[in-house]
C-alpha cells in the first residue's frame, strides 16, 4: 500500500476529506443523502469510475472506489459473496451503509441467490477509525488470493484525481487541474467555470 495518493489521503486532517468530498460532490451534482445519520458523498465520471464516501456523526467515514475495467468489478463477474467478503474487516455499523439501500448511479447492487439480500458494489473499500485510514482486510486479502494489485485494480488514484490529495485546493487550484485535463475549449469558458465553482468553495468554507 506504498503510494502517493493513500500516503496523501492518510496524511489529510478528516474534516479537510469531507470539505473535499463535499465540494466534488456539488461540482458534479450528485443529489445529497444521509444513510442512518451519516453524510453520503459521490463523484463519478460518467463513464463507470466513482468514488463514493460515507461520513458518520461520530468522526469516522468509508470510502468506496470503483473502476468498471479492471477485475475488480465483480458486478459484472462476481457474486454477493465475494463483494461481501470485500467489506470484512469494517465494522458492521459501516458496512450496514451499503446493505439493503437503493441503488444510485454511483453504487448498483449485487444480490444474494435465493434472498432480498443487497450489497453495494465497491472495487476499493477504506475506512477511517477516527484515527487513521485503513484498506479493508478482505479486500487486500481478495487482491493477495487473485494476484492483484491493490491501488490499480480499484481505480484508487483515477478515483480520487480530482480532489488534488496532498495538493492546494481551491477554486483556482481545482480549475488549473480541469484545464490541464483539456476541458476548456477557451477562456472564456475557462473564466465561467471559475466563477461557477468559486461559488460551491464558498458555500463549504
Known amino acids: 500500500m506504498n503510494d502517493e495518493t493513500w500516503d496523501a489521503l492518510k496524511a489529510a486532517p478528516i474534516a479537510e476529506i ?8 456539488t461540482i458534479v451534482d450528485v443529489s445529497p443523502v444521509t444513510v442512518e445519520g451519516a453524510e453520503r458523498f459521490a463523484w463519478n465520471d460518467s463513464g463507470g469510475q466513482s468514488a463514493v464516501w460515507y461520513f458518520t456523526p461520530d468522526g469516522r467515514a468509508m470510502l468506496l472506489t470503483f473502476d468498471h475495467e479492471t477485475d475488480l468489478n465483480l458486478y459484472a463477474e462476481g457474486t454477493f459473496a465475494e463483494q461481501e467478503s470485500l467489506y470484512r474487516g469494517v465494522p458492521a455499523d459501516l458496512v450496514q451503509l451499503v446493505r439493503n ?4 448511479y454511483e453504487s448498483l ?3 444474494e441467490q435465493g434472498t432480498d439480500e443487497t450489497i453495494h458494489y465497491a472495487g476499493g473499500v477504506f475506512w477511517f477509525d477516527g484515527t487513521q485510514w485503513r484498506a479493508a482486510e478482505g479486500f487486500l486479502d481478495h487482491c493477495d488470493q487473485a ?3 491493490p491501488m490499480s485494480e480499484s481505480g484508487f488514484d483515477y478515483c480520487l484525481e480530482a480532489y488534488l490529495l496532498g495538493q492546494e485546493f481551491t477554486a483556482e487550484s481545482f480549475i ?7 476541458w476548456y475549449e477557451d477562456p472564456a469558458e475557462k473564466d ?6 468559486r461559488e460551491v468553495f464558498a458555500r463549504h468554507g
Do not use: F, K, Q, S
Open 18 to 25: 469531507r470539505r473535499r468530498a463535499a465540494i466534488l460532490h
Open 101 to 104: 439501500r437503493p441503488e444510485n
Open 109 to 111: 447492487n449485487l444480490t
Open 147 to 149: 494476484d492483484l494489485d
Open 176 to 182: 488549473a487541474y480541469r484545464d490541464a485535463e483539456g
Open 192 to 197: 465561467a467555470a471559475l466563477g461557477t465553482v
